[in-house]
């Protein structure tokens, strides 16, 4: 090179703290810095060794942990599916390598959101039939099935998702325009709760229901001495039975259809109410070949088949699937004046309600239940049902206990009947879009003294210290974030009203989250194991958008879910 000569190499001067070195000059201290970053990349290169080895981390987050002492952390690390530490950033990054990282840029990380009561396969099965919610009208459902039976040209024509407390005349309709537009083919039509439907004539005579005739635990509702196609309770079970049974193609397609979009509602277990015993083969199937991820806690409906069938099997349990529990009605819906109250309801004298079954029958139920060992829920909306289901739970259970039996809605509590869910630890597992939704029409039901007994989620927290938050969805939306809302803040998505609706008996943003996450899975007896990020337990989470827990009472609704995980996979990405 220029300026090089003959016989030297080329010297780079090193600039070095300010002083030149020249290696020629000062071989002894150049000599030590390279020897020093060697050492300092050895150890580096050992300590990242050292590291322990992991499949997923997640740090540079808020995370609500739901433990005992509702901690908040940085960061975690899942291995295996499960979380194996919770910490700093810092300290987890010192301590772990993972396959994946996430920096979750400051966004709040929850336990994955448990529907403590829901119909996950019945909403996966409407999926597939003519959607009925939001009608304004009955004009506007009949217009609805026309155009569903053009395209589901062939066999029954069913619809959910009615409910006549919406429209501007609501009383029940009668069937002649199905009739009409139907002359050949069955049509039933689900009330938005399950405890109502419309069917035409053809779907009744198959049936073989004639006018006037009288069912327990239903109506048959006719006038003037004709039929109108509706049915209440026990009374849409004579139409339903015949609607031919679903292959195992339906029921996967509608298990995997309900996930879609649980998953994107950020769910990540969900309890279904009320199957009979051959879907658990076809649940645990879907779940074993991968293909259906979500976790599901299944109560077997109130039939003798199920019982001899879990009783002569014993629980059914894998990490996906928990089978021991029995779903149990005790009465029917408030919407459809099926709910069974202590004295009649407020706009229609002389009209009680009833109950589904004799009090001899929930009685020997509880007792066989409790002889072999499982648990049993019970729906119970009104007063009345509510009372007979706590005293015939208290004649078993005794007094305090661990059997987590629930009352499922627990909807409407006679001020004197309260304390029977702490003196004999029954559990409350109720719906808080239930309040919000009834809101408008409930006290014209029930008058203004009994509503102070309606609803009251704060009245039953306090009987047990915890309890079970869901939606029932179909009957409600399957978003988490809007029970969370509804328990918070009492109101619709409208701001109504605008003291909230009975705001003594809202939940804390704390007992919300809690009623979502681990106290749902205490519910179901899987606290250990899902339902808090802690040490130990399945990495089930969700990352949201914003966090529910700072956010403005008016922007919660806002929220938008941006990841779900089980067992540390990602099964949704905004």
């Not at 979380?83 to 709040?108: P, Q, R």
């Not at 939306?477 to 009975?502: C, E, L, N, W």
């Not at 705001?503 to 007992?511: C, K, Q, S, V, Y």
Request: with cysteine; proline share 3%.
């Amino acid at each position: 090179m220029p300026g090089e000569q003959p016989g030297h190499f080329f010297v780079m001067e090193v600039q070095y703290n300010s002083i030149n070195l020249h290696p020629y000059r000062y071989p002894n201290l150049l000599m030590k810095y390279f020897y020093t970053l060697a050492i300092l990349l050895v150890f580096a290169s050992c300590a990242e060794k050292r590291k322990h080895r992991a499949d997923l981390i997640v740090y540079n987050a808020k995370v609500y942990t739901a433990d005992s002492l509702f901690t908040t952390v940085e960061a975690f690390v899942v291995r295996e599916g499960k979380i194996v530490m919770t910490g700093t950033s810092e300290d987890v990054l010192d301590s772990y390598k993972a396959k994946d990282t996430i920096d979750a840029g400051g966004k709040a990380v929850y336990p994955g959101f448990i529907d403590g009561h829901s119909h996950f396969y019945s909403y996966g099965e409407g999926l597939q039939t003519a959607d009925l919610v939001g009608t304004k009208s009955w004009d506007e459902i009949v217009e609805l099935v026309r155009v569903f039976a053009d395209v589901k040209k062939d066999g029954w024509i069913l619809g959910h998702g009615w409910d006549q407390n919406d429209w501007t005349v609501k009383d029940f309709p009668d069937n002649s325009e199905l009739n009409r537009l139907f002359p050949n083919r069955p049509v039933l039509l689900s009330r938005i709760d399950g405890h109502a439907s419309i069917a035409n004539n053809v779907a009744l005579a198959e049936a073989g229901i004639t006018a006037g005739q009288k069912i327990e635990g239903g109506e048959i509702i006719s006038k003037d001495g004709k039929l109108t196609g509706v049915l209440v309770d026990n009374a849409v079970d004579l139409v339903s039975s015949k609607i031919p049974a679903a292959t195992i193609s339906e029921m996967n397609d509608a298990l995997l259809s309900a996930q879609k979009n649980c998953l994107a509602a950020g769910l990540t277990s969900v309890v279904d109410c009320g199957l009979n015993y051959p879907m658990i083969s076809v649940i645990d199937a879907l779940q074993q070949n991968g293909q259906l991820k979500m976790r599901m806690y299944v109560m077997l409906s109130d039939s003798q088949k199920n019982f001899d069938y879990l009783f002569k099997n014993g629980p059914f349990k894998t990490t996906r699937l928990n089978v021991r529990s029995f779903k149990v009605y005790a009465d029917g819906a408030l919407g459809s004046r099926g709910a069974c109250l202590l004295h009649p309801y407020s706009d229609m004298p002389g009209h009680s309600g009833f109950l589904l079954s004799t009090k001899e029958h929930f009685q020997e139920v509880a007792q066989k239940i409790f002889d072999k060992g499982f648990q049993m829920c019970t729906h119970a909306i009104g007063d009345s049902a509510n009372r007979l289901i706590l005293d015939t739970y208290a004649h078993v259970l005794k007094g305090k206990n661990n059997k987590r039996w629930r009352i499922e809605h627990a909807q409407v509590i006679d001020a004197a009947d309260f304390n029977k869910f702490g003196q004999y630890n029954i559990i409350p597992s109720v719906q808080p879009t239930h309040a919000t939704s009834d809101m408008y029409w409930a006290g014209q039901r029930l008058g203004k003294d009994r509503m102070k007994g309606a609803y009251a989620y704060k009245d039953l927290l306090k009987q047990n210290g915890w309890l079970v938050l869901g939606t029932d969805f179909p009957v409600e939306s399957i978003d988490p974030i809007k029970t969370f809302y509804a328990a918070v803040v009492r109101k619709d998505a409208k701001g109504y009203p605008a003291g909230g609706f009975q705001p003594a008996n809202a939940l804390t943003r704390e007992e919300a989250l809690r009623g979502m996450t681990i106290w749902a899975a205490k519910g179901s007896f899987e606290e250990k194991e899902k339902g808090s990020l802690e040490k130990g337990k399945y990495a089930d989470f969700v990352i949201l958008d914003q966090d529910i827990m700072k956010a403005s009472p008016k922007n919660i609704l806002k929220t938008k879910v941006i990841s779900t995980f089980i067992n540390g996979e990602k099964v949704y990405q905004r």
